[in-house]
């Protein structure tokens, strides 16, 4: 639970100084985009952001509003990518 903290605390920071806004102003179910804190340069930032801060690759197929419209949305997909890992199949 605590790194889920850090994550919000850490994508609120960074999305704050991107859009040049007090990082109070954003809360975790703002509407990033809808509110024009960030537009799709700003995505792609995120994203370098994302992986530099974290250590997680965004690909393509996860490239979906739902994985970046709030700071929720974002701090759970980074979590998910952290934390779940994909099954290993054992072949008997």
Known sequence: MENSIKIHETIRQYIAKAALTDQ????????????????????????????????VEVNDNELLKENFETVNNISLFVNNKL????????TI
């Open 24 to 55: 109070e102003l954003i809360k975790n179910d703002t509407l990033i985009f809808e509110q024009g804190l960030l537009d799709s340069m700003g995505l792609l930032f995120l994203i370098e952001f994302i992986k530099m801060e974290f250590n």
């Open 83 to 90: 934390y779940i890992t994909e099954p290993i199949q054992v």
